[in-house]
């Protein structure tokens, strides 16, 4: 059975937005939907005061979220095969435990809680930044996460961190019908403007070929750009469907290298963020 596309919901706002997202792609990629829901959020979110006779990390309000979160789910996709868990743990360990089971992991970009703004940087930064699967931190304006533009954007790093966000890029591409928009930056400290040029366009050739063989009927358009890595990808993203980077491991450490594109790019993307850690 194919691995579920899991998300984690916490009754916030921005969660029933990446709830609805992980619906609709589900739905695509024709994956099972599998609704996580952390009952332990007051370890780490003091929530903010409520009018409701029963506040957050009570059994009334945890069973609230999640009767409504799979009553959303059916009711957006019915054809939807629906698993839905409430589990008793944070919820670093919730969606990391169940990372190696899934397909990818969806977030939302801010949680419940006074600490709503911040809530990226604690969960979501640290999910993106550890888990063996792809984790999109579903952001940016309604139409992008809509899908309304049609296009998938693919930032092309160098080959340790590129060949599963290709695969992922273009397996999302082809779900949605839409076209790949392949992006790399790079920088010609010696001046050498022709030659870096020359040398990004193989880069980005290379890591497209296998992709553009498995997925012949996705269109794709390739361009590189002399900036900073976040420059054109922050550009692209305003319309784009997805933004998707790779990570690497870093060497005699637990989890990803994110660096500071990655980590811009999950602050201020116009559209939803996958993170797809490299293999090997």
């Not at 966000?165 to 949605?176: I, L, N, Y």
Request: with cysteine.
């Amino acid at each position: 059975m194919a691995k579920p596309l899991t998300v984690g919901v916490d009754g916030s706002d921005a969660s029933l937005r990446a709830l609805d997202w992980a619906v609709d792609e589900a739905a695509r990629l024709e994956l099972p939907l599998r609704i996580l829901h952390a009952s332990l959020w007051d370890r780490y979110v003091r929530p903010a005061p409520r009018l409701a006779a029963v506040r957050p990390g009570q059994p009334a309000a945890d069973e609230a979220v999640v009767d409504a979160a799979r009553e959303r789910a059916t009711r957006l996709g019915p054809g939807v095969p629906l698993t839905v868990q409430d589990v008793p743990d944070d919820p670093f360990g919730a969606l990391l435990r169940a990372a190696p089971e899934a397909y990818a992991l969806v977030v939302g970009n801010r949680g419940r809680g006074e600490l709503t703004d911040v809530l990226l940087g604690s969960v979501g930064l640290t999910v993106a930044g550890r888990a063996p699967c792809p984790v999109v931190v579903v952001r940016g304006r309604d139409a992008n996460v809509a899908g309304r533009f049609g296009r998938v954007t693919l930032g092309v790093g160098g080959p340790d961190d590129a060949a599963d966000a290709v695969r992922f890029a273009f397996r999302t591409a082809r779900a949605r019908g839409a076209r790949v928009e392949a992006v790399h930056a790079w920088r010609s400290p010696d001046g050498d403007a022709g030659g870096g040029r020359a040398g990004a366009e193989r880069v980005v050739d290379d890591a497209l070929r296998d992709a553009r063989r498995e997925h012949p009927g996705v269109a794709v358009h390739a361009s590189t750009a002399e900036a900073k890595a976040r420059t054109p990808l922050l550009a692209a993203s305003a319309s784009s469907d997805l933004l998707v980077v790779g990570a690497r491991r870093r060497d005699g450490a637990v989890g990803l290298h994110l660096g500071p594109v990655n980590h811009a790019l999950l602050h201020h993307a116009d559209c939803p963020v996958a993170v797809v850690p490299q293999s090997g």
